[in-house]
Structures are given as structure tokens and as C-alpha cells.
């Protein structure tokens, strides 16, 4: 019973995730605004840094599209 929960859960996580083929740079960007998660660090730092991630994440994704 265990093993089947755990098998959904990772299956409801992780297929979106493997769906978006994401490379080595989205993971690292994803990896690193799901560390900075609010309750951490100050809500200012927080939005900060999430901010600057997700626009670096944003250009790299339109500058790799662009390239097709």
C-alpha cells in the first residue's frame, strides 16, 4: 500500500517534469527558486533572487527556442 502511494505521488511529480524536457540549466534554475522558499529568508531576498531566476529562466528558455 505504501509502495503504490509513494509510485503515484512520484508518477503525479515527476511525468509533468520529464514531459517538459527540460536541460541541465532549467533544472538547475527550477532547483534553485524551489530552495528559496518563502519562510526561509526574508520575503524581500526571496522576491529578489526569485525574480532575477525567473527572468535569466525566461531568456535562456527564448533564446533556446529562437535557435530553432
Same mark, same amino acid.
Given at each position: #500500500?505504501? +509502495?503504490?502511494? @509513494? !509510485?503515484?505521488?512520484? =508518477?503525479?511529480?515527476v511525468t509533468?517534469l520529464? =514531459?517538459? !524536457?527540460? =536541460?541541465d540549466? %532549467? *533544472? @538547475?534554475c527550477l532547483? #534553485?527558486?524551489?530552495f528559496f522558499?518563502?519562510?526561509? /529568508?526574508s520575503r *524581500?531576498?526571496?522576491d /529578489?533572487? +526569485? %525574480?532575477k531566476l525567473?527572468? #535569466?529562466s525566461?531568456? /535562456? *528558455?527564448?533564446d ?5
Amino acid at each position: #500500500a505504501v +509502495s503504490h502511494i @509513494a !509510485n503515484k505521488i512520484l =508518477d503525479t511529480l515527476v511525468t509533468p517534469l520529464v =514531459d517538459l !524536457n527540460l =536541460d541541465d540549466t %532549467e *533544472i @538547475a534554475c527550477l532547483k #534553485a527558486v524551489l530552495f528559496f522558499h518563502p519562510g526561509k /529568508y526574508s520575503r *524581500i531576498i526571496l522576491d /529578489y533572487v +526569485s %525574480e532575477k531566476l525567473i527572468r #535569466a529562466s525566461f531568456t /535562456y *528558455i527564448v533564446d533556446r527556442v529562437m535557435v530553432w
